[in-house]
């Protein structure tokens, strides 16, 4: 975790990091004015506080309430030499607590992260540099000894080069990749998380049989989503990118719809409009980019390669990010490797669907097959000694495909979580079904996967089946779990060169008369490929381009970011038009409007429900306010302190609405129950000399999003690098 430090006046400090600002001050004895803890007090704090957060998660797993347990640390300091502390941590329990449980709360501080690194002894290494922003080298792992390298199936060079290509390729972008956690939870399975230290929002996730493997995996995946932009999925790029030469890649079209909204003949081909428009429905302007907010430009599309003939189709860039997200995306040391990664994971996610929407029965894989892969084996055997049943399963559907399956079985709370993963050898796609179980993953986190069920319609909605694409954590069927398979084991194997499994997965598709598109972006020193087989590997459903298309924030990005200078005839259209919509009064204003607020504050947390809310108070429409402050409080998910807020709102408006009664009655007591300062805010809001309370004011220059701006200036690094390379600076 990158920590930001700024000098503030006198003593105090402050340090920034995510969504998070801490002031350090010292006390006035050591010259400071003691406005906030010292950096010390902090790291003392921070041990008795993780303590209790284990603490914590152990009850709430259990349905222990926390209400009489205590918790405290006691730092004892050696005479002779203050830097030998002894942390001493006692727990009062009640005595009613279990003696099993009682061990089980004090294992739970015995695994508190703040102790484990503070016993480790962590290393420090301190030094100067030229400019903090343009120190962008990613210090992952030790570069490799020449002559030395590790090679494993499917990859072209070794992992060290790899690795050591892919660190200097984001260096040369200027973006600094941190490791934010390492997961070894079993034999052989290593995941671990990065990201852009600078805009931690642009993360990808690892998994591999060695550390190595799993860093490889984690760089590809964050250069894979650089190169197709998904990290700037749904996000509004800002004026700036918007008015610029072009907006996503320098090979970019933009066309203008045609008489009554008709799509541009210049996009898609008749396979693909049989697909997206079936019934003539679609129009141009559901497919204006939601990044730039362009209508006036019109649809920026994108250029793919049809796999049949070579025939250069534009696929509109908005179509591609409202149906595909990142499925169909691989990096690779070459072109080959990229491809095959591309296309297994096409591969792993339609037979997955395939599986679990048709509830297919699949075969065991025989423990003499099982054998042949100790290191496998021993990671699967782990969990089942850690009391998880584990079922392995040949998902190629007699083999027809490069498709495996390791599915775990949780006793504790009967949840089940099926794992997939592909690659034309066998022994590839059973090592990725197993480390993508557990990718990311603790024991404890194998508690909140869901349990089967034999209601079908649950298993083949469509919602289910993104929540298997985005963790694997959708439901699956009990008929799932019958010892009848619906298919013979099959040992099958497709391997060969990069280049012939490459052939071989092609051949798949053409087998099943599907259309390929094939974008290829190697402009920033690694070849990445993005994949698109219409009627195929879509992860959201063709309607939602009609039904729920991300460019819907076009109708109220510029007026909810300018909300505070909007006129009353403008706050009332907005109101109108919200409700009009029919759009989930729980979805966030940073779903609609694509702009990530902070979500410590008002704005992070903000609904559509809540906004309408806010324009109500503001346009002294007290009944319709008061109609919306009942919904919002009978299904608050918000902040104790805004639901305590809209309790008073609920009361003031109940009083103001009564013609018997008097605010002026209730209003002393009204500020005992919550506060002053509340309900000066309350009050002022339901007499509208207060707008808007809790959302900072700014406009569609972003103005105080320092979260929106990292994401934009991250971006940007990777905008001028096209444009450098496209000879467009």
């Known amino acids: 975790m990158q920590i930001n430090v700024n000098f503030l006046d006198n003593l105090r400090l402050e340090a920034k990091f995510d969504d998070f600002t801490v002031i350090t001050d010292q006390p006035i004895r050591y010259k400071g004015d003691g406005s906030a803890p010292s950096p010390f007090d902090y790291f003392l704090a921070s041990s008795a506080l993780c303590a209790a957060y284990f603490v914590r998660v152990y009850c709430l797993a259990r349905n222990i309430p926390t209400d009489n347990i205590r918790l405290s640390q006691n730092n004892i300091v050696d005479p002779e030499n203050r830097y030998n502390q002894i942390f001493k941590i006692q727990v009062e329990l009640p005595e009613d607590i279990s003696d099993k449980d009682r061990q089980g709360i004090l294992r739970s501080i015995d695994r508190c992260t703040v102790k484990k690194v503070v016993q480790t002894g962590p290393a420090f290494e301190i030094e100067t540099v030229e400019n903090l922003d343009e120190d962008a080298q990613a210090l992952l792992m030790a570069a490799p000894k ?17 690795i050591a290509n892919m660190t200097g390729i984001l260096a040369e972008l200027g973006m600094k990749i941190e490791i934010a956690s390492w997961r070894n939870i079993v034999p052989h399975v290593w995941s671990l998380h990065i990201r852009d230290a600078a805009s931690p929002m642009c993360f990808t996730n ?19 989503r650089l190169n197709c932009n998904f990290f700037y999925n749904d996000q509004f790029f800002g004026e700036e990118i918007a008015n610029s030469a072009f907006v996503h890649y320098p090979n970019e079209q933009w066309f203008q719809p045609g008489p009554d909204d008709a799509l541009p003949e210049e996009i898609l081909d008749d396979h693909c409009r049989a697909i997206y428009d079936p019934d003539g429905d679609l129009a141009g302007s559901h497919l204006i980019d939601t990044n730039s907010g362009r209508r006036d430009r019109g649809i920026c599309s994108l250029p793919f390669a049809r796999q049949s003939d070579g025939e250069t189709v534009f ?9 595909f997200l990142s499925n169909g995306m691989s990096a690779g040391n070459t072109l080959f490797e990229a491809q095959v990664q591309c296309l297994s994971e096409i591969f792993e996610r339609a037979v997955k669907k395939q599986i679990i929407e048709d509830e297919i029965t699949l075969p065991d894989v025989p423990q003499e097959v099982l054998a042949k892969y100790p290191d496998i084996l021993e990671g699967i055997e782990a969990l089942e000694k850690q009391g998880f049943p584990v079922l392995v399963k040949d998902a190629s559907l007699g083999g027809q495909f490069p498709v495996m399956c390791v599915t775990l079985m949780n006793p ?4 089940v979580f099926a794992s997939f993963g592909a690659h034309p050898s066998f022994e590839v796609a059973l090592e990725r079904s197993l480390t993508e179980l ?68 092609f051949g798949i598709l053409e087998s099943l008369e599907k259309e390929v598109y094939v974008a290829v972006y190697q402009d920033l020193g690694a070849p990445v490929c993005r994949i698109l087989v219409p009627g195929y590997s879509e992860v959201y459903p063709v309607e939602d381009l009609i039904m729920d298309n991300t460019n819907m924030a076009l109708d109220y990005r510029e007026d909810i970011l300018n909300l505070h200078s909007l006129s009353d005839d403008q ?36 609904t559509i429900l809540e ?4 324009i109500c108070l503001a346009l002294q429409w007290h009944e319709e306010a008061l109609e919306f402050v009942e919904t919002f409080l009978q ?95």
């Not at 696929?315 to 149906?323: C, G, K």
């Not at 259209?573 to 979500?599: C, H, K, P």
């Not at 002053?676 to 002022?684: F, I, R």
């Open 206 to 224: 690892g998994k591999g049989a060695t550390k190595e493997s799993a860093l490889c995996s984690a760089l590809g995946e964050f250069i894979e």
């Open 438 to 505: 557990l990718q990311g993953r603790s024991f404890e986190g194998l508690n909140d996967v869901p349990p089967p069920t034999f209601n079908s319609l649950a298993v083949s909605e469509p919602n289910n089946y993104v929540e298997h694409f985005i963790d694997s954590t959708g439901v699956v069927s009990w008929r799932f779990f019958s010892a009848r398979s619906d298919y013979e084991f099959s040992e099958w194997d497709f391997s060969g060169s990069n280049e012939e499994e490459a052939a071989t997965l």
């Open 571 to 606: 706050l009332a259209d907005l109101a109108e038009r919200l409700e009009g919509s029919q759009l989930d009064n729980y979805m966030t204003i940073i779903t609609l409007i694509g702009v990530e607020f902070d979500e410590n504050t008002v704005w992070g947390q903000l």
């Open 146 to 162: 020449a002559g030395e390298g590790t090679y494993i199936e499917g990859k072209d060079l070794p992992l060290e080069e790899t």
């Open 635 to 729: 299904f608050n998910d918000n902040t104790v302190e805004r639901g305590l807020f809209y309790r008073a709102i609920q009361a003031v408006l109940e009083i103001t609405l009564d013609e018997e009664l008097e605010l002026d009655d209730y209003r002393y007591n009204l500020g005992r129950m919550f506060g002053e300062d509340t309900m000066a805010a309350v009050v002022g809001s339901v007499d509208g000399s207060v707008r808007f309370h809790g959302l900072t004011p700014t406009n569609m220059q972003l103005e105080g999003l320092d979260k929106h701006l990292r994401l934009i200036e991250s971006y940007k690094k990777l905008h001028a690098a096209r444009a450098a390379r496209a000879g467009l600076e």
């Open 315 to 323: 696929f509109p860039s908005n179509l591609i990010e409202n149906l």
């Open 412 to 415: 504790r709370t009967g949840g």
């Open 611 to 614: 906004l309408k809310l806010l």
